[in-house]
């Protein structure tokens, strides 16, 4: 797709977000996924970050009696496996490949190894939990943005990072201080020493399915995440005449567009989808193509199933409009 197609697509879908929902009566939430859209991290990330590190721990401390840490993520379990997943499948998947630990055996102690890493993580600085990441290029731009349309938008994020780690993340790397993130529903974990800097969202630490034999379920249990920050943002949204008309998922992997679409189908097919239109910022500033994304999207339904495909991810000038805003 040449540059100038790939303006008039997304003009095309933006006036179609306009179309259907005046500013007037149309508040819309806007959720990130962290690592590939927000954050890049260097080669050894995967295996050496902070991040990285809180899974070795969590499973050797939880589950191998205080061994010390087990091998790490990159290592020990299969790319496809961990990338684009949630903190609680890849926790099951870790302790499966290096404890022989079956889900079974390793998900009632889920989250114990949530908490667990969340205290690895605690126990750092922002420079120690920032090593080996960084903002990509636009974001920190268009959040400020953002943070100046909060009549039109609620900001938070859709990640299968464990909340408490989201957060101490966010503030590492200057995000949370552009004032975009929203503030989190009273139904959000406390996650001690982190509530200065908490907001609205779906985590990893919100939803596990536990089955980590059904690839989907990386997907699928993503999606519950965007229900659940959906129902969030309701919530605090209640008490004030707005009312959601538009949920927008920004996210760099097949498990976040799969996630937003498999979230758009189930409202569809229950009959809950009423007026709000789901839309999806795919951004190709991963380890995917923006062919993958646009193929996996699929065809949009006007008003119900919204995609747009960005291959400059939040650094693209029209981002806010891919947004409908």
Do not use: F, I, W
């Given at each position: 797709m040449t540059q100038s197609k790939s303006m008039t697509y997304h003009w095309v879908l933006s006036a179609c977000f306009l179309c259907c929902w005046s500013p007037v009566s149309a508040f819309t939430l806007i959720t990130f996924d962290v690592d590939g859209t927000l954050v890049h991290g260097s080669g050894k990330a995967a295996a050496e970050g902070a991040h990285a590190r809180a899974f070795s721990h969590a499973v050797g401390?939880?589950?191998?009696?205080?061994?010390?840490?087990?091998?790490?993520?990159?290592?020990?379990?299969?790319?496809?496996?961990?990338?684009g997943s949630t903190d609680g499948l890849i926790l099951l998947r870790l302790a499966r490949a290096t404890l022989n630990k079956e889900p079974q055996e390793a998900f009632p102690k889920l989250d114990a190894m949530m908490d667990s890493m969340f205290q690895y993580i605690q126990n750092l600085d922002n420079v120690e939990v920032a090593d080996c990441i960084d903002t990509l290029p636009g974001v920190l731009d268009k959040l400020k943005q953002l943070s100046t349309m909060q009549d039109q938008v609620l900001c938070g994020l859709v990640t299968g990072n464990v909340e408490g780690i989201a957060r101490r993340k966010m503030d590492a790397v200057g995000i949370w201080e552009t004032g975009a993130l929203s503030p989190p529903c009273s139904t959000q974990k406390q996650w001690?020493?982190?509530?200065?800097i908490a907001f609205l969202g779906g985590f990893g630490s919100d939803y596990c399915s536990g089955d980590i034999d059904n690839l989907d379920r990386n997907h699928l249990d993503r999606g519950e995440q965007i229900a659940i920050a959906a129902q969030r943002c309701r919530n605090n949204l209640s008490s004030s005449s707005r009312k959601l008309r538009r949920v927008v998922h920004v996210g760099d992997?097949?498990?976040d567009v799969l996630a937003a679409k498999a979230y758009s189908q189930q409202l569809l097919e229950t009959d809950k989808a009423e007026d709000l239109c789901i839309g999806m910022v795919a951004v190709a500033t991963g380890s995917y193509?923006?062919?993958?994304?646009?193929?996996?999207a699929g065809e949009p339904i006007p008003g119900k199933w919204e995609p747009i495909i960005l291959e400059d991810g939040m650094n693209d000038p029209y981002f806010l409009s891919a947004c409908g805003l």
């Open positions: 401390e939880v589950l191998g009696g205080g061994q010390g840490p087990v091998t790490p993520v990159a290592e020990a379990v299969p790319r496809r496996l961990y990338q001690q020493g982190t509530e200065s992997a097949p498990a193509h923006a062919d993958e994304l646009r193929e996996l």
